[in-house]
């Protein structure tokens, strides 16, 4: 992937329905705009950026990566107080 770029496409990843994380670093070799798009593009994505961490964040911060892994893995997802990406996705009235 570093040579080439990633292989997949934003409609590639509008047909995975199952909650999905997306964690990366805010000073990650992959760029906030690539991440936050990958984040869109999934239904049910959810986003993580870690402070002050690169590509290597699992290492740089483990505690708070294994946190964030830990509490989506064994939680819900919580009903958010002013959803907008998922609240009115959820309604119908705009594809995330």
């Known amino acids: ?9 934003k409609d590639d990843l509008r047909d995975i329905e199952c909650r ?9 070799e992959v760029s906030l705009e690539h991440a936050i798009d990958f984040y869109k593009s999934l239904p ?6 870690i402070p002050g ?11 708070i990566c294994e946190s964030v892994i ?10 958010t107080i002013a959803p907008i990406r998922r609240g009115v996705a959820k309604a119908g009235k705009i594809k995330s």
């Open 53 to 63: 961490t690169s590509h290597g964040l699992l290492i740089e911060k483990p505690q």
């Open 20 to 28: 999905t994380l997306v964690m990366v670093g805010d000073d990650d």
């Open 70 to 79: 830990i509490d989506f893995l064994t939680q819900e997802p919580v009903q």
């Open 1 to 9: 992937m570093l040579l080439y770029g990633p292989k997949l496409q």
């Open 44 to 49: 049910k994505g959810e986003l993580a950026i």
